[in-house]
Each structure stands twice: as C-alpha cells, then as structure tokens.
C-alpha cells in the first residue's frame, strides 16, 4: 500500500521560512517523479513543484520559482520542499504526490496517482 507522510508545516509570518517532508512507502520511491501541490482555503488544487526519479530536474510553478526549493533523498525514501519568503497567498495545505512514471510532463498535470493527508502552512503576521 503506498503512503506518503507530510510534515513541517505551521505558521509563519510573511518572509519566513519552513521546510516540509514527505516520507514515502509501499512502492520503489527512486522510479517516481515526485511533487507537491497545495490547496488555498476556498480554492482548488494547485500544483507547485516537481522533481523527477534522479533528482536531476526540477519544475516550479511561476507563483513559487525562485522562493521554493524541491529536493529528494532516494535514500531515505522522501521529498522535502524548502519554502523561503513566504507571502500569505502560499497559505494552505501542502500535499506530497506520488507521479504516475519517472519525470513531470506538463501536458498531463494530472499524471499523479496517490497523495498524503497534507500539511498546513499558515503565513500570517
């Protein structure tokens, strides 16, 4: 059974910072693109960032390019998402999603197939 875990979420005030983890398991973690997708109250799904199997390539959201920062560890089976200064609009739950094959293709933004219970991110002053 796959699950993934998120973790690192809080309250911030604008400018800040705050890591998030997601530890991955029941499935071969090293073949996946992983990414993370947020949900703002009120609003949809959105997608934010997403790293390939390697760790080689990363693909960022224009709303989050430059303040965020995705990462893996094949290792350790997880996905972390460094988030630097923060603004209020990137307050809401923060998702680890579990892609369909190896690498992020924009033409299909809903190749993913499992998701965890979310993290919430609250940036507020």
């Known amino acids: 059974e796959v699950q993934l875990v998120e973790s690192g979420g809080g309250l911030v005030q604008p400018g800040g910072s705050l890591r998030l983890s997601c530890g991955a398991s029941?499935?071969?973690?090293?073949?996946?693109?992983m990414s993370w997708r947020r949900q703002a109250p009120g609003k949809g799904l959105e997608w934010v960032s997403t790293?390939?199997?390697?760790?080689?390539?990363?693909y960022y959201a224009d709303s989050v390019k430059g303040r965020f920062t995705i990462s893996r560890d094949n290792d350790k089976n997880t996905v972390y998402l460094q988030l630097n200064s923060l603004k209020t609009e990137d307050t809401g739950i923060y998702y680890c999603?579990?892609?369909?094959?190896?690498?992020?293709?924009?033409?299909?933004?809903?190749?993913?197939?499992?998701w965890g219970q979310g993290t919430q991110v609250t940036v507020s002053s």
């Open positions: 790293i390939n199997s390697p760790g080689s390539a990363t």
């Open positions: 029941g499935f071969t973690f090293r073949y996946y693109a």
């Open positions: 999603t579990k892609e369909r094959d190896s690498d992020y293709h924009p033409q299909r933004p809903n190749n993913w197939d499992h």
